[in-house]
């Protein structure tokens, strides 16, 4: 039985999130759906983590236990050639050792949630970016205020309340907000991320920008544990998974 | 009567091309219902020209004539909230005099082709760019065939044959490939393009980048005015309606 990890990009627009569930048309079962009718086999996979509808990966990952004797080297393309357009395997498939396990070998993981400036949004980025033409953000008070959230923290203020996980400490190694000509690009790594930590952070942030927040207050809500004092959840489109890090190729 | 030119950005997807037609799922058609319930007014527009099913646009241009008295100020905000998200004016509309119009009135027109190199496509641009990856294009190749269709030339070689332009004579004034990591677009700027032109000068290169024509053929294609003698029609989706160019600010 060999244990094959791969990594995927997904356009998460018409999907109902990563993970199965009763409604069908989701990421997973796209994906198994694909294995099955390359081995013959029902296959179960495991991502690093499930991703809400309507949210984008640039770098999911996952991996599943397999009788098939397929080369290595031919899953990729062989994978593809059975997906959908909008869900890709962009790297060559890997094995790895038995218990490798997606979701619980992480080390870090990278989200981008973006946000669209200009006046008028972009046809062709609409389903990726959040559309927020007025009034300006300010992006320094939103920078200060970031900087306030990196660390290991508990982050109840910044999860939604029917989050099951057990503690809710998490660090937050990175936590940068780029800024282009009509583009906010709030980028986070952290060791893990509770249900909605992102976007309501995201969501926190844009009080912030628009001044509904003060920028020194992130100490204060995060220290109330109240999640009514943290910003709202921002829209899940604006959210990517970028990338899920498992230790590996570090210095 | 007031004559009105907006410019508007579209992802072509899922649209039967820009022009009113038997079908019906135009751009044309989705813009005079909006302009219509806005001004309880049947309005026809006139568009810079048409573009084919799945062909985008980042500033195409129309123009209208009406008696509504919105201000002109009005009119891009009260559109955009009566068109669909994939159809977006990106400019406030301006009134220009009555005998302007956006067909005849064109100086210049830019078109992209953009082609993805990458050996798997990004899913977040699958619909904006023909993937092509592999046999790697020869960048240089393609570049000096490209040069030899700058200047006025017949391209009759170069379009459909039942184009029904009267003259196939036009001049391409620039004429570019921009090499970038893991894509190649090419840019072409010219005072009109006959029917399928773009997309039959971009077949041709990705022919010569292949090395399935020689890159100084392009003179004897020309010259042959024998649309068999070019390379295939690019795939639509690739190609994207850059500006319309009406020389008013111009130094």
């Known amino acids: 039985m060999r244990n094959i990890r791969m990594k995927i990009a997904y ?3 018409r999907y109902n999130g990563f993970q199965t569930q009763p409604g069908g048309n989701t990421i997973q079962d796209t994906i198994e759906k694909a294995i ?29 236990h397999t009788e098939s004797r397929i080369s290595i080297e031919r899953w990729a393309l062989a994978l593809n050639s059975r997906l959908p357009e909008d869900i890709r395997v962009v790297e060559h498939a890997v094995e790895v050792p038995p218990d490798f396990h997606s ?12 946000i669209c400036t200009a006046k008028f949004h972009n046809v062709f980025r609409r389903n990726y ?8 953000l300010d992006a320094d008070a939103m920078r200060a205020a970031l900087e306030q959230l990196a660390g290991e923290h508990d982050f109840t203020s910044f999860t939604t309340n029917h989050s ?6 998490r660090t937050i190694y990175e936590a940068v907000l780029r800024e282009e000509k009509e583009r906010l690009e709030l980028f986070l790594t952290g060791n893990g991320f509770l249900y909605n930590m992102v976007r309501i952070i995201a969501g926190t942030l844009i009080h912030v920008g628009q001044g509904k927040i003060a920028s020194d207050a992130m100490g204060s809500i995060l220290e109330s544990r109240d999640r009514l004092l943290a910003g709202p959840t921002a829209v899940a ?7 899920v890090d498992y230790g590996e190729n570090k210095a």
């Open 11 to 13: 356009d998460g627009t």
């Open 129 to 136: 970016e959040f559309h927020h033409p007025a009034p300006k």
């Open 164 to 169: 099951d996980d057990k503690s809710h400490v």
């Open 36 to 64: 099955e009718t390359l081995t013959e086999s029902r296959t179960i996979i495991i991502g690093s983590g499930r991703t809400d509808a309507r949210v984008h990966a640039e770098g999911q990952v996952f991996n599943f």
């Open 103 to 114: 979701r619980f070998s992480a080390k870090r993981k990278t989200y981008r949630y973006s």
């Open 237 to 243: 489109h604006g959210l990517t998974l970028i990338n």
